[in-house]
């Protein structure tokens, strides 16, 4: 299993930019990197998904290096609405679910 | 559009009682199915999964067990609940139809074992 490794929180400002890194040492030729955010009392939700290099959409970037062993989801001019549990997950969970590992999350909490 | 729909929100249960949680998706087809359980500031552990009706993965070992009756149903289940089973109990899909691997959670069961 590639055991996942998030800092436990993080703070920030309104308007600033948030990196939090994954690390994944083990992490095996067909995993995937997925960044999911969850609020108080609610399902996590999808952010942003990837293989290597350096995938963008419209909420969050992530940043991954040649050797796939960390990832960096990054948050750009955060707000007060970020403020949330972020986790990664490493694997695939369409074919190989049982060695799908979610990390223990990072709370950034996005002070005013 | 897909949806899925986990029910009760919240379950308050005396220990030794049993436990049925249902999860239903829909709006896709043949989707796998996830049982999540969340300890409190914790991350998710995986309870079982499946990949189509009758087809269960239990993944942790212990009092709760699962079953597909329908392509589109979940169900979670206890005969008697223990006090170390109370959690935040999450229901997830994901389909091999999608060209990644997102995976759409319900809103969860927060269960509280007395």
């Known amino acids: 299993l590639a055991k996942t490794t998030q800092p436990i929180s993080m703070d920030s400002y309104e308007g600033q930019e948030v990196n939090i890194t994954c690390s994944h040492n083990?992490?095996?030729?067909?995993?995937?990197i997925t960044w999911y955010q969850q609020f108080p009392s609610q399902g996590p939700r999808f952010i942003i998904q990837g293989y290597k290099t350096k995938v963008t959409n419209e909420v969050a970037s992530l940043f991954i290096p040649a050797d796939r062993k960390s990832s960096t989801l990054s948050l750009p001019r955060v707000s007060l609405s970020d403020t949330a549990v972020y986790y990664c997950?490493?694997?695939?969970?369409?074919?190989?679910?049982?060695?799908?590992?979610f990390g223990d999350g990072t709370t950034l909490t996005v002070k005013p | 559009s897909q949806t899925i729909h986990q029910w009760p929100a919240t379950l308050v249960q005396p220990v030794g009682s049993p436990l049925s949680l249902e999860c239903t998706v829909e709006?896709?087809?043949?989707?796998?199915l996830y049982w999540y359980r969340q300890a409190a500031g914790r991350g998710l552990q995986l309870l079982f999964y499946s990949v189509g009706i009758g087809q269960i993965s239990s993944e942790v070992p212990q009092n709760l067990s699962a079953s597909r009756p329908q392509d589109r149903q979940f169900i979670l289940s206890s005969k008697k609940l223990l006090l170390s089973d109370s959690g935040f109990y999450l229901c997830a899909w994901s389909t091999l139809d999608r060209a990644n691997t997102e995976a759409f959670f319900g809103q969860g069961t927060r269960l509280t074992v007395v």
């Open positions: 709006g896709t087809s043949n989707p796998n």
């Open positions: 997950l490493v694997g695939d969970l369409r074919f190989n679910a049982g060695k799908s590992t």
């Open positions: 083990n992490i095996a030729t067909n995993d995937y």
